[in-house]
């Protein structure tokens, strides 16, 4: 299916997209007094401790209490380790973390808006819905999407349509409940700022941002990884941290830290740890260096 809107040129997209998102529906880019102030709280994704989650011995409880040893600001809940999403489930999740004062800065829905299977697309939306309801009954702002990956005989037009218009209705239903969706440049069609931008330009939806992980952008020759991480950053939602980029070179997290201080960046910076050292002794590094830098660049 493809939408009404004429095709777009995402090479000259991209070379324009600071003068588009000047203008474009998004918080970050409001035009206010302390709208340069960053504010960059430390985070940690459960994914971290994906090995320890899956099939234990923690549990997402016992995260929660990590959060405060590891004294980070907020956690991504990532849904996959949800032993259950019954509301009382949920609410006991909601209250622990009020207790120990650990924010939840989002939580994740791991669904494909890429389905050439227009019934697929709609089970896709339905499961995003689904995914909303969750994070609202956690008390969480954000919940975290994926275009995913292209089907075999798809073009790269088709699956920015599709994912635009899962896009445009999820977000007509988050947006009722104040949640944000941010859809993650991830392994798959969203790789590249030009087509991450095209999708937010094209959605044009306070309560559409991209879930800025720092790894997993394709270097092209008009763009490094640095350049494309600061193109999206007027709609940044959370932030996703590792030290290297996902062809093993290491990243330079100050240079990072500045363009998100520079952009007057708001929000979580969250180690989603992935190295090869155990996560029990690994996350703690990652998590201090986030710290380091936040205290650095932030106002707060």
């Not at 959060?67 to 609410?91: C, N, Q």
């Not at 005989?153 to 104040?178: F, H, N, P, R």
């Not at 937010?200 to 350049?227: C, E, K």
């Not at 600061?230 to 290297?244: G, M, Q, S, V, Y």
């Amino acid at each position: 299916m493809n939408l009404p809107n004429p095709p777009i040129d995402r090479r000259q997209f991209l070379l324009s997209s600071t003068s588009l998102v000047s203008v474009a529906a998004s918080p970050r880019t409001a035009s206010t007094s302390n709208a340069n102030m960053p504010r960059l709280f430390s985070g940690c994704c459960a994914y971290s401790y994906r090995k320890y989650l899956q099939h234990g011995p923690m549990t997402m409880e016992e995260f929660i209490e990590r959060a405060v040893s590891l004294r980070v600001d907020g956690v991504d809940m990532t849904g996959y380790y949800f032993k259950s999403t019954e509301p009382d489930y949920l609410a006991s999740l909601r209250h622990l973390a009020y207790r120990k004062g650990v924010a939840f800065s989002g939580a994740a829905c791991g669904v494909s808006m890429v389905q050439a299977d227009a019934s697929k697309r709609a089970e896709a939306v339905a499961e995003i819905k689904k995914w909303v309801d969750i994070t609202d009954a956690l008390g969480a702002p954000h919940l975290r999407i994926f275009a995913g990956k292209l089907p075999s005989g798809a073009t790269l037009a088709q699956s920015i349509d599709w994912t635009v218009e899962a896009m445009k209705t999820s977000c007509d239903y988050a947006g009722k409940k104040g949640i944000t969706l941010g859809i993650e440049d991830h392994s798959g069609v969203s790789q590249q700022a030009s087509v991450c931008l095209e999708i937010m330009h094209r959605v044009n939806s306070p309560y559409a941002g991209i879930n800025l992980d720092i790894t997993h952008f394709v270097p092209t020759a008009a763009q490094d990884a640095y350049a494309q991480i600061e193109a999206c950053l007027p709609f940044a939602t959370n932030t996703h941290i590792r030290d290297k980029f996902d062809d093993g070179s290491p990243i330079d997290l100050d240079r990072v830290w500045k363009l998100f201080a520079g952009a007057g960046f708001k929000g979580f910076m969250s180690a989603e740890y992935e190295d090869k050292e155990d996560a029990m002794t690994g996350v703690p590094k990652l998590v201090e260096k986030i710290r380091t830098l936040c205290a650095k660049y932030s106002t707060v």
